[in-house]
């Protein structure tokens, strides 16, 4: 295993402001899709589940592009980035690779824009869906989403094959190098879609050592989802059905690769089916992460997987720092838009974006 703790940040701000970092090529389009999965209902049983999905791409368009923002656009919280919204694919190549995105517990595909812009830009088709009953992008939380984490994987999945099958997209993708890029509870995610299967059992007795992290609690974006789904796991049909399924490997044999940033539940999953796992993981977390701790996390991971490489970005760099960029407002009102004042969450996103850059050009 090629496992590696590599204290780098300040070098990368160094080759940021030398312009050493990987050069746009292109502007970025952007579009969204409605995808569903009619073989699973949504969590209300009335329809099929939700993928709402938004996509990045490199495009030749000549308009310009457009802030896109999180909140109201008079006063918004978050600030993801310019896109040129449903242009054309750049027709500089005949296909590019794919990188599908899982956001964190409680986020939006959008939250990740800056990963998906980043690579975009660079000659990438990148997609973002948003997890059903887990996604602010919803009208509200559901326990579901929160605790029934393999339902994500089947997400990433069916997104494939949605992309693919898109008349629009699939012809631009090169279908040979597909990779995934997950953050925090999207990070486990990624770990199943590469062959990781879950261990409740593994990770309740994680929870039950004097190890425990803040992982094994109620999560601050919904903080009753726990005791909700007491009460769904007894006669809920849907979550019944779900719970069958949870010791299930979620291989998705098209990903070819992984990038994981500030990943969770690094507890939760079975040793053999980590050592198991052929593919390319790259790993990337803050020193200063106290949500998923790089201890109980991201370095289980790494230590458990044959081939990984993690870097530890050091300092004050924390777990919210890889959510988009806030405004002032969101400074204001959000304790997740509040890094150090030594971390510059821009820069660390540049960072990161050029790390994952790196991996995926070379395992891709």
């Not at 974006?221 to 979620?250: G, H, T």
Request: proline share 5%; net charge positive; aromatic share 8%.
């Amino acid at each position: 295993m090629n496992f590696r703790k590599r204290a780098c940040l300040l070098f990368l701000i160094l080759l940021l402001a030398a312009g050493v970092f990987g050069q746009a090529v292109s502007k970025v389009g952007m579009m969204s899709r409605a995808f569903v999965d009619e073989q699973r209902k949504n969590w209300s049983g009335t329809a099929a589940r939700p993928l709402a999905t938004t996509i990045w791409y490199p495009t030749d368009a000549a308009e310009n592009e457009e802030n896109v923002v999180i909140g109201n656009p008079a006063d918004p919280v978050f600030i993801c980035g310019p896109a040129v919204k449903n242009a054309d694919i750049s027709s500089k190549h005949k296909r590019y690779p794919l990188v599908v995105v899982s956001h964190g517990t409680g986020g939006s595909g959008l939250m990740m824009m800056w990963l998906g812009r980043y690579l975009a830009a660079r000659g990438y088709i990148v997609a973002a869906v948003n997890h059903h009953g887990n996604t602010g992008a919803e009208e509200k939380y559901l326990a579901q989403g929160f605790v029934l984490w393999w339902e994500r994987a089947q997400d990433l999945r069916v997104v494939i094959d949605r992309l693919l099958a898109d008349p629009k997209i699939g012809p631009r993708i090169d279908a040979k190098k597909i990779g995934a890029a997950g953050f925090s509870l999207g990070g486990a995610t990624v770990t199943a879609v590469a062959g990781g299967i879950f261990d409740l059992d593994a990770f309740d007795k994680f929870c039950a050592s004097p190890e425990a992290d803040a992982t094994c609690g109620a999560q601050p974006e919904f903080p009753n989802a726990l005791k909700d789904f007491e009460e769904l796991r007894k006669k809920d049909a849907i979550v019944i059905d779900s719970l069958k399924r949870m010791n299930d490997s979620y291989r998705d044999p098209r990903v070819k690769a992984v990038f994981a940033i500030a990943p969770a539940l690094g507890t939760a999953f079975t040793p053999e089916s980590l050592k198991a796992i052929k593919i390319p993981f790259r790993l990337v977390v803050g020193e200063d992460d106290q949500t998923a701790p790089a201890k109980t996390n991201a370095q289980k991971l790494a230590a458990a997987l044959k081939k990984s490489e993690l870097t530890i970005l050091p300092g004050k760099v924390a777990h919210y720092t890889f959510l988009a960029d806030c405004t002032p407002l969101g400074q204001k009102v959000l304790p997740i838009c509040r890094d150090d004042r030594s971390v510059d969450r821009e820069t660390v996103h540049q960072t990161v974006g050029q790390l994952a850059f790196d991996f995926f050009g070379k395992n891709l």
